[in-house]
């Protein structure tokens, strides 16, 4: 696995075991994103946090942009150091224009520019329908929509500014935005969430379509069920995880790293001609499962 996955800062919850039994590949190609910046946004927990990981393992600076909890995102920064790379943490709302905004030009007078965007930042405020209140609609859309689109915007005017620099990436920027298997799947009891992230599928879509001449790549990484605080009830007790499993074909849970080898790949010029693509990364969860046996 990503060596430094293996030590999560997050206090209660140990996010990142990977399944002994698991195949997958170890590592992230050392060297695959030399000389790019990445900026990762809610990167101090759960799959932002893998994701940066992974992306400084693969040799880019990374930009940590984190809401609450300095010391959870100081430890990131330091264990993207241990790869010899440079990384930053910045703390900054995405749903608030002026943070945005600052952020990305506080990155770009450290770093230089922006070649790497993983929209990530999102959260949770489930409720009934009829219960719903506005406030919750709207900090769910707030940051998890409105966020996307802040940033998105501010990497497309830094990537339309500079331009292609063939020697760091054949493409002029790349951006990642953090769907769900919600994009497509129904959600009662979280109308507000689901709402936001079949948004982010035209979002991603609408501006591929418009950037891809400017060899912008966007494309997006729909996870389905991952080991992160955001969903511990879903796996923290034996029952739940038997119950979750149900919606798993694949039969386990995923791991941050699971997500964070999608975002290594889309965020290189691996997946050059990769363009308005949502990966799917969810075991099989988007596959119907319930009609394995006839339905
Ligand atoms: P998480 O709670 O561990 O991480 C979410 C991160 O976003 C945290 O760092 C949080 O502080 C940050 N954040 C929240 N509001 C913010 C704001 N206003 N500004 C900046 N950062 C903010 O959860 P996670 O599972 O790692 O979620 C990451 C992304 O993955 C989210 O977009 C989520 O919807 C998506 N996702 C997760 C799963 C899953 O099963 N865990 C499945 C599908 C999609």
């Not at 992230?28 to 400084?56: D, H, M």
């Not at 330091?78 to 990155?107: C, H, N, P, W, Y």
């Amino acid at each position: 696995m990503l060596a430094a996955l293996q030590n999560p800062s997050h206090e209660d919850v140990v996010v990142s075991q990977t399944d002994p039994e698991s195949t997958a590949p170890k590592l992230a190609i050392p060297g695959l994103l030399k000389g790019q910046k990445a900026l990762v946004t809610g990167a101090n927990s759960g799959i932002g946090r893998g994701v940066a990981l992974a992306l400084g393992e693969a040799g880019a600076d990374v930009v940590v942009n984190y809401v609450v909890d300095d010391d959870a995102a100081q430890a990131v920064v330091d264990q993207i150091e241990g790869f010899g790379v440079r990384a930053l943490k910045i703390k900054a709302d995405v749903s608030d224009e002026t943070q945005v905004v600052a952020m990305f030009k506080q990155m770009i007078k450290v770093f230089g520019t922006v070649d790497i965007l993983v929209a990530n930042a999102g959260l949770q405020r489930d409720a009934a329908f009829k219960e719903m209140t506005l406030a919750e609609w709207n900090k769910v859309i707030g940051v998890n929509l409105t966020g996307q689109f802040l940033c998105a915007r501010e990497a497309v005017r830094e990537f339309s500014r500079r331009g292609v620099v063939p020697e760091v990436s054949c493409a002029t920027g790349k951006i990642i935005c953090m769907s769900s298997v919600h994009q497509e799947i129904p959600w009662g009891g979280h109308a507000n969430y689901a709402s936001s992230k079949g948004g982010i599928k035209q979002l991603m879509e609408s501006l591929a379509q418009e950037v891809a001449p400017l060899k912008i790549r966007v494309n997006a990484i729909a996870p389905g069920a991952i080991r992160t605080p955001i969903n511990i009830s879903a796996w923290k007790t034996p029952d739940a995880y038997h119950s979750l499993m149900k919606l798993v074909p694949y039969g386990r849970i995923g791991e941050p790293e699971d997500i964070a080898r999608a975002a290594v790949w889309l965020a290189s010029d691996q997946s050059d001609y990769v363009v308005g693509t949502t990966l799917f990364v969810d075991g099989g969860m988007t596959l119907y499962p319930g009609f394995a046996t006839g339905g």
